[in-house]
């Protein structure tokens, strides 16, 4: 017996993120990593403090009503909430701690990743040379669309979006965005806010989407949205999958109307995700990797476990989401 906290943890982490729980809590690992269900994370939450849980595990108002009184905070490993119904947990007087900040950088990197890889054809290419069908050089060979110096449009303005604005002025992008709210002046660093999204689309040779996935997003870009994007247009996606409509992503990559996509993030991902991405060579996909880097990911397991300490000390907790 202890008086450490104790903790499930429904996932594998990063090895400096495991000796921490270990030394510090009282912890329940999920030693193989399956994805846990719903009904086990419940089970396995008796007595439990906290629950440590990754976008793998969604945990809807259901899951969250049959909670073992013991739990008091959820940590999600994540700065993304759509997988849990932070509603249903205030109401239970569950606190959600999240991950904002340490996402962003590595975010923003494959955000760059995708843009550059979509519009340059990375797929094809490296797709080309592994095959080994690459027979000789042409002028007319796999040409792509230039980044530089063309207009950036970017959908959701926070921490990420800003952070792909500043990288992509590297690359003398000028950037337009919408946001819900205006970013204050200096915030904006010279970015044209467009009023509406669709406002927003028409601006756009190259369009980011780095919102949130809420009831108002989801299924944002369909087709009707599509057709207001200049032709040719170039879409990365680092939000979710949810934003998108797929067939009207999937037909538009096959008419040209959408020149490529680079996309890291999924409806139905991991294993039901849309084949007609598959199929088409314009798009540049990543698994669901934009907080994967070393640096981040044990940093996003530490600004859990110091909000969950400063929670339980009673102290206030900057990354509490309710
Ligand atoms: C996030 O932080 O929301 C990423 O998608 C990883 O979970």
Not at 19 to 36: C, F, G, K, P, Q
Not at 121 to 139: K, L, Q, V
Not at 216 to 240: K, Q
Request: aromatic share 4%; proline share 6%; with cysteine.
């Amino acid at each position: 017996m202890t008086d450490k906290p104790k903790i499930l943890v429904t996932r594998r982490h990063l090895a400096p993120t495991e000796a921490r729980l270990t030394e510090d809590y009282d912890v329940v690992l999920n030693e193989d990593d399956h994805i846990m269900s719903a009904d086990e994370i419940v089970a396995a939450a008796d007595g439990m403090d906290a629950l440590l849980i990754c976008v793998t595990e969604p945990l809807d108002a259901a899951a969250i009503e049959r909670l073992p009184d013991s739990v008091r905070a959820i940590l999600t490993l994540s700065v993304g909430l759509d997988h849990v119904d932070t509603a249903a947990a205030k109401a239970r007087g569950l606190a959600v701690l999240n991950t904002p900040d340490a996402v962003t950088d590595p975010t923003a990197e494959i955000g760059m990743l995708l843009l550059l890889g979509a519009a340059r054809r990375a797929a094809e290419g490296a797709a080309m040379m592994r095959a080994g069908e690459w027979s000789t050089w042409s002028p007319r060979m796999m040409i792509g669309k230039e980044i530089t110096g063309s207009p950036l449009g970017i959908l959701g303005m926070g921490r990420i979006g800003q952070t792909v604005a500043a990288r992509a002025r590297g690359f003398d992008m000028t950037i337009r965005y919408h946001n819900r709210t205006r970013l204050p002046f200096a915030q904006e660093a010279s970015a044209s806010y467009y009023t509406t999204p669709e406002g927003l689309l028409e601006a756009s040779p190259f369009l980011l989407i780095s919102a949130p996935s809420t009831p108002e997003t989801r299924g944002f870009l369909n087709a009707e949205r599509i057709a207001m994007l200049p032709d040719g247009a170039i879409v990365v996606n680092i939000a979710r999958g949810e934003l998108v409509d797929d067939d009207a992503l999937v037909a538009a990559l096959g008419s040209g109307k959408v020149a490529a996509a680079g996309l890291d993030v999924f409806n139905g991902e991991p294993a039901d995700i849309h084949p007609g991405y598959f199929e088409l060579p314009n798009v540049f996909m990543t698994p669901h990797i934009g907080s994967g880097a070393e640096r981040s990911r044990a940093a996003m397991g530490d600004m859990l476990l110091d909000g969950l300490d400063l929670l339980l000390a009673g102290e206030p907790v900057p990354n509490r989401v309710v």
